[in-house]
């Protein structure tokens, strides 16, 4: 599983880290964001793209896994 640490970044960062990571290859990737919208901007670019994805809150912020 990739992980991209976009915890404290501004957006479009974390989207921009994220869409790369994703076209990388089909592992699993794991997305660190710290804001709520950043996590749900994650969610909504993965399920645009056929993609399905769990989220787990941290103590500084939240995890989103995109399968």
């Known amino acids: 599983m990739r992980v991209v ?3 404290g970044l501004s957006c479009p960062e974390p989207l921009m880290l994220t ?3 994703l076209k990388s290859g089909k592992e699993s990737v794991k997305v660190l964001v710290t804001e709520p ?3 749900m901007n994650i969610e909504k670019y993965a399920k645009d793209h056929g993609r399905k994805t769990t ?5 500084d912020g939240f ?5």
């Open 37 to 39: 919208h950043q996590k």
């Open 19 to 21: 869409e790369e990571a």
């Open 55 to 59: 989220v787990e809150e941290t103590e």
């Open 63 to 67: 995890a989103v896994v995109i399968e």
């Open 5 to 7: 640490d976009a915890r």
